[in-house]
């Protein structure tokens, strides 16, 4: 099975953190770019990872400001978020395209947003969960999803925990629940940021998603 290589590239916040697994046969497929939800990172994919690449290479990055990669000095848009896709792949000499993208949750968002900024370098795009919300679902999530102030008695950890374990369902291992909430910690005092940005981008979403013509 393939195993994948981890390494750091300069992007335009700091470094940013990727996962490859290289496709050791001859293929005809694109790279596969796999875009994590928030807050988490590139590890969500380590399991499938190495079977997708019996196929085609497959890059996970770490958005900036999660996972391993730096943070940037700011809130950042989904727009640079989506641009930081690119400046993974130019590091990597596989900028020129076409790769296919696939993206969970806010990372589907961000998958378009980056079909939107290079409409040749991408062939395709796979969409899972990508909610396009009302101003009222946005305001919803928002409530639960805004930034939890640190306090004593560890609400917001308490908080992440709860949510992962009710996300994956009672019969979920309790090592891959943890995996998760050691995910969600690691954005720091700045993990609500992605969030923000892509409940910001929702309407802008609809409208790049309607104006492509990539298969979805």
Not at 72 to 85: C, D, N
Not at 145 to 151: E, F
């Amino acid at each position: 099975m393939t195993a994948i290589k981890r390494q750091f590239v300069d992007g335009p916040f700091g470094q940013i953190h990727v996962r490859v697994a290289q496709c050791k046969g001859p293929t005809n497929e694109p790279p596969l770019v796999m875009l994590h939800m928030f807050p988490q990172s590139g590890r969500n994919f380590v399991d499938v990872m190495p079977l997708l690449a019996e196929r085609r290479t497959v890059i996970a990055p770490d958005f900036p400001g999660f996972g391993e990669s730096d943070p940037p000095l700011r809130q950042i848009s989904a727009e640079q978020y989506a641009g930081a896709i690119w400046a993974v792949l130019e590091k990597l000499d596989i900028e020129s395209g076409p790769v296919d993208l696939f993206g969970i949750h806010a990372g589907a968002k961000l998958a378009v947003e980056a079909t939107a900024q290079k409409h040749n370098a991408v062939r395709r795009l796979a969409l899972c969960s990508a909610a396009i919300l009302t101003p009222e679902e946005v305001a919803e999530y928002w409530a639960v999803l805004r930034k939890i102030p640190l306090d004593r008695a560890g609400s917001r950890f308490e908080t992440f925990w709860k949510m992962q374990a009710d996300y994956l369902g009672p019969d979920a291992p309790l090592d891959l629940i943890a995996m998760l909430f050691q995910e969600m910690q690691r954005g720091g005092e700045s993990y609500h940021w992605g969030h923000a940005a892509v409940f910001d981008y929702n309407e802008l979403c609809l409208e790049r998603v309607r104006s492509l013509e990539h298969p979805i």
